[in-house]
């Protein structure tokens, strides 16, 4: 049987084009392939939804959390088990076979709502239900958009279940957009509004995320995060989920065991909650992509709790535990409901029998400037405005990633005028959050408001000085966007700028394989969308 994939959701996709042999991620085509017929029943369960919600009937919570992990289970570097991704079908044909047996009118419903097979038929089924069973090439791009974007609409509305806050309407809207992207009756300006209302949501479903971790763990605030070693066995603890890591200081406490972030984690520090364990020590590392060196001179165990995984070396993959909508074959998995406390005994045991981690960094790194942090040094920065200290913000939230290309990121920011501060959020900061780009009238010249979520932030630190300034309009506002995606979180990010009606943005250091031609043109059209270019161009371009 021959062994195809076709797959071009990230920035790394195989030629800029798309991955067809294997991804570059480290993906196989037998996996690419599960995750698409993944989000197929995914798409033909949110159809019946859809169609139950306008009949009158109540969809139940469970169901909507089946979609938003089945989709974050599909992100970029989340999950790489086949067998997961293989229960996970199961499971929700199983689910969507019950809710079609209540639904009366069932005339309009697209294929993946009425499909059903046993695991002996997943194979062949997957082959036909990808991206590109969609032929016309603008319609395909305008789809994938939108599922992208929906995916990381679905990351955050996950982490934001875990911590027991839903929000029906976005559920309900992502489900319909879900099911419309198999409406063959929809048109290409259909498709683009559709596209923007997913940017409306993802406002909505960072603000709630933001809302269930700030009323958990509290405002973020200005803070000193280590980057050096201490002499205890450590747990090393990655991605984006703070109920995890929750849960994991809880257990470890009194075991002298340590606690350390890495990547997207690094923000826990800025939370008030987590300054009460004495174990949560610094932050290891670097953005994910470095994770093959950086977790082997760790030395102790690795938890993931969302992307990005890096398929493991031998020598660390007994180490490495996942949890939530990741997994990676044979890589202990750790369940756990929402609302229900994960059992991580066997991480902090196996942590107790491990060295104690290798010092690669030495000194702190400063961030915690999400918005209520930055609303209480307005004065000072309007002030910082006024007088000309501050001529320019730079938003330069997003992902990092491996790409050589990316180095233009550092180089960005070393080359930008020293009247100029960075706003960011993501894993992106990476690139330039351990320079010495110093502070201006003691704001510092890098201001990280969080993960890549907490771009939430940035727009709210926008629109704040929007109104302090009496403007009309956000893009009057000394504000520039230079933006690096990798994954589809950074597509909802975006989407969402474009519904706050941000003009302009700079998006690199490719754009998306997936954007066709033509839909491209519309991007540039209408909302400014570019490219970068050199660092000489586009400082010049920006100042
Ligand atoms: Fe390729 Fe990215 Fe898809 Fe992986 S996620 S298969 S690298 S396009
Ligand atoms: Fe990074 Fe994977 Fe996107 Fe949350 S950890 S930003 S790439």
Redesign the pocket.
Known sequence: MENTMFCYQCQETAGCSGCTKAGVCGKTPEVANLQDLLVYVTKGLSAVTTALRAEGKPVDEHVNHMVSVNLFTTI??ANFDKTAITAKIVDTLATKEKLLAELVHQDHLPEAALWNGDVSSFEEKAKTVGVLSTKDEDIRSLRELITYGLKGLAAYSKHANALLKDNAEVDAFLQEALAKTLDDRLSVEDYVNLALTCGKYGVDGMALLDEANTSAYGNPEITEVDLGVRSNPGILV???DLKDLEMLLEQTQGSGVDVYTH??MLPAHYYPFFKKYDNFAGNYGN??WKQKEEFESFHGPILMT???IVPPSDSYKDRLFTTGATGYPGCRHIDGAYGQNKDFSEIIELAKKCEAPEEIETGTITGGFAHEQVFALADKIVEAVKSGAIRKFVVMA????RAGSRSYYSDFAKALPKDSVILTA???KYKYNKLALGEIGGIPRVLDAG???DSYSLALIALKLKEVFGLDDVNELPIVYNIS???Q??VIVLLALLYLGVKNIHLGPTLPAFLSPNVAKVLVENFGIAGITTVEEDMNLFF
Not at 398 to 401: Q, V
Request: charged share 15%; aromatic share 12%.
């Open positions: 970029t570097n990655s991605g984006h990547s997207e953005a994910w969302t992307n990005c997003g992902c990092d990633g993501g894993c992106a993960q890549c979520n995606w990798y994954e979180k950074a």
